[in-house]
């Protein structure tokens, strides 16, 4: 089956990095996906019509979240810059500086 998510011959791939790369890429769709949503709710007038788009973006958020989730827990220096980054008040940036430090502990 043809494909085009992957940047080397699928054959000399492992089974775990195909499913890396499955993920990875529904992580982007799913990215995607928010980015569409909340360009149509930012221009719908029709209440009803934009709290269907609103429930179908927090399912993409949820998806977001589990395929990151997923991901991290394979690649402990990608879980080790998350942690440093997300969910922290202050500089973004300097938190990824901080995220960079804790990669090359991990």
């Known amino acids: 089956m043809p494909t085009d998510q992957y940047h080397e011959p699928a054959g000399e791939l ?18 995607e996906a928010i980015g569409w949503y909340e ?12 709290a269907i788009m609103e429930e179908a973006q927090e399912e993409e958020f949820k998806h977001f979240a589990m395929a990151l ?5 394979r690649k402990p220096k990608w879980r080790a ?26």
Not at 39 to 50: H, I
Not at 81 to 106: C, N, R, T, Y
Request: no cysteine; charged share 35%.
């Open 69 to 73: 989730e997923f991901l991290s827990r």
């Open 14 to 31: 492992s089974p775990e990095i195909r499913t890396f790369a499955r993920v990875a890429a529904s992580l982007q769709e799913e990215a």
């Open 81 to 106: 810059v998350l942690q440093a980054v997300l969910f922290k008040s202050g500089d973004i940036v300097e938190h990824g500086e901080m995220g960079e430090e804790a990669e090359k502990k991990a």
């Open 39 to 50: 360009q149509r709710l930012s221009v719908e007038s029709d209440r009803e019509a934009k």
